[in-house]
């Protein structure tokens, strides 16, 4: 009896560690055909320069959704279609002036400046105040109506450099960005000008989205680059009169018809379970959108590439989703978690590429602790490729409306520490990209979802 026992055990051990060792057999293969023969950066190359920049509603967006169904297409994933979401539709104008007048120490000079997404324009007579300096809110509610009221409000709390998670530090920031507008012009701002969300000293401003808060007035708002925030502190410091002009021409639309862009590849076995990988499709619109979100778009098209490269079957099916209008909307990821949920779509798992195309470190999760704890047991099969991080909750924008549907979170985790020198910049070009970090993170996301595809998450 212990004889027999002992062979059932050895048998079990034995298949375990053919198991094992496919497993690790295949995702070399995966890293190999991605690192020997990705179609990743040549994608992407492709998006950046014959597209450029893609903001929801403009033409670059429209010609955006025709690159990417085209690429699926000229893949042969078995469906590519588009589905329908209308986007807002911001345009910026062609001037933008920032400028100190008349300065004790440095006279009159230009400084650069970005509207921000959604912000309305001053129109051509400009707007000319004084400016006040705060770096919180409370510091603003502190000077009260009296010292704010027909004033530029000048938000400049820099990223906490000391921070190692660049994304933390951009959290503790960028709330004067979104809400600053509408909490100066509760106390009757004019205008706001903020501080780029930018951990380094640049010459270039970082546009981002503009909240307007229902019910408050709005009021012009813009970026200042990092360079020159620290400029107009040091003269308001020498010079509490100073004056400043603004001058920008943006304005806001009516909503405009766009797509999501999808492209599936169906499963053997289990089809009705979906596994989505994606990315957004559109930009701002300044750069090329190269890492924000390029990367992630490309890297979602080549894992399925990669499979049927490799002649990989997978049982479940898997799904390449290029969002629209994730920068200033989130109109793409709810519209395609709509329509799962109207169609009563089974999504096992979502993964998000959103934070470049960087060297991999691992990923982030959402769900329960079961899936966690699924996730994190492949751990050793993705060391050896420098996956090290499955530590941090997170998932992604556009996938979050997919959470109360049941379906489990993942987000791409790349190196945090150069993302925020290009993040919403004219700098966002296929030239800050580097093609073997962007083909790695294409190969550790195909080896994740081959992982979940083969095991599932139970």
């Given amino acids: 009896m212990k004889k027999l ?15 094992q060792s496919t497993d690790k057999d295949l995702i070399k293969e995966i890293y190999d055909a991605a690192l020997q023969n990705g179609k990743s950066y040549a994608m992407l190359h492709d998006l950046c320069t014959k597209v450029g920049h893609r903001l929801s509603g403009s033409p670059g967006a429209a010609a955006a959704v025709e690159w990417g169904r085209h690429t699926m ?31 004790k120490k440095i006279g ?9 997404g959604g ?4 129109g051509p007579s400009g707007i000319t105040a004084n400016v006040i300096e705060v770096k919180s809110f409370d510091e603003l509610k502190q000077h009260g109506q009296k010292n704010v009221q027909g004033k530029i409000v000048f938000f400049n709390r820099p990223m906490d ?45 970082h546009t981002g989205g503009v909240r307007y808060a229902p019910m408050v007035k709005q009021i012009p708002a813009v970026a200042i680059s990092t360079q020159h925030a620290d400029l107009l502190s040091k003269v308001l410091k020498d010079d ?74 997978p049982k479940r099916t898997i799904r390449a989703v290029l ?38 470190r691992g990923f982030t999760m959402t769900g329960t602790e079961s899936f966690k704890s699924k996730i994190r047991s492949w751990k050793p099969l993705l060391e050896p490729y420098d996956l090290w991080d499955f530590s941090q909750e997170g998932g992604g924008a556009d996938i979050g409306p997919l959470g109360p549907l049941g379906t489990a979170l993942i987000g791409f985790l790349p190196d945090s520490q150069r993302y925020f020198s290009y993040h919403h910049t004219q700098e966002d070009t296929i030239d800050k990209v580097d093609k073997r970090e962007l083909e790695l993170g294409s190969a550790s996301m195909a080896a994740l979802v081959f992982l979940i595809d083969r095991y599932g998450l139970k």
């Fill in 119 to 122: 912000s309305i324009g001053t």
């Fill in 240 to 313: 509490r009169d100073l004056q400043f002009y603004l001058e920008t021409h943006c304005e806001s639309l009516e909503d405009a018809p766009s797509f999501n862009v999808i492209g599936e590849v169906k499963g053997s076995e289990y089809k009705d379970e979906i596994i989505v990988v994606s990315g957004h499709l559109d930009s701002w619109d300044v750069g090329q959108g190269a890492h924000d979100d390029g990367a992630g778009c490309v890297q979602a098209i080549e894992v399925l590439r990669l499979f049927k490269m490799m002649g990989y079957k």
């Fill in 5 to 19: 026992s002992f062979l059932v055990l050895f048998l079990s051990l034995s298949r375990l560690g053919v198991a």
């Fill in 161 to 205: 450099a000391t921070k190692i998670n660049t994304f933390a530090a951009y959290g503790g920031a960028v709330e004067q960005r979104a809400n600053g507008a509408s909490e100066a012009a509760k106390l009757g701002a004019v205008a706001v000008i903020v501080r780029s969300m930018g951990l380094n000293n640049e010459s270039y401003a």
């Fill in 73 to 103: 297409d000229d893949y042969g994933f078995d469906s590519v279609w588009l589905q329908p979401v209308m986007v807002p539709h911001w345009v910026r104008g062609q001037q933008e002036v920032g400028r100190v007048i008349n300065s």
């Fill in 108 to 116: 009159s000079k230009d400084l650069t400046i970005l509207s921000l």
């Fill in 323 to 360: 969002y629209m209008n994730e920068e200033n909307g989130l109109r793409g990821g709810q519209k395609y978690a709509e329509v799962a949920k109207l169609k009563k779509e089974n999504h096992l798992v979502a993964i998000e590429s959103d934070r470049g195309g960087f060297t991999p």
